[in-house]
């Protein structure tokens, strides 16, 4: 069974900042894409920043130049920082892992991310 245990959601004001994180017991980084997805109210899922399974980073454009995708191997963990947030970033973010191999995604509960004033 994937186990993701997220933490660090929550509400901050516009402008402000939220460090998001993600321990994915036993993930391998090597055969695995791992990162963050977020879903906003009545929209679709989509991708916030990855590492592919070598390492390299995609960001989606809303979030480059305000977000940042850092991981920790020792600890399997894997983290998102972001600053000067926006109300439009308010979305259940997911950790998100998908086998090299298999191909097979998965995503955690997620963490509610509410940005309001």
């Known amino acids: 069974q994937v186990q993701f245990v997220e933490s660090g959601g929550g509400l901050v004001q516009p402008g402000g900042s939220l460090r998001l994180s993600c321990v994915i017991p036993?993930?391998?980084?090597?055969?695995?894409?791992v990162g963050w997805y977020r879903q906003a109210p009545g929209k679709e899922r989509e991708l916030v920043a990855v590492?592919?399974?070598?390492?390299?980073?995609t960001y989606a454009n809303f979030a480059k130049g305000r977000f940042t995708i850092s991981r920790d191997n020792a600890k399997n963990a894997v983290y998102l920082q972001m600053d000067s947030l926006k109300i439009e970033d308010t979305a259940v973010y997911s950790c998100?892992?998908?086998?090299?191999?298999?191909?097979?995604?998965?995503w955690g509960q997620g963490t509610q991310v509410t940005v309001s004033s």
């Open positions: 590492f592919s399974s070598g390492g390299a980073i």
């Open positions: 998100y892992r998908a086998g090299l191999r298999s191909g097979q995604a998965y």
């Open positions: 036993g993930i391998t980084f090597g055969v695995n894409t």
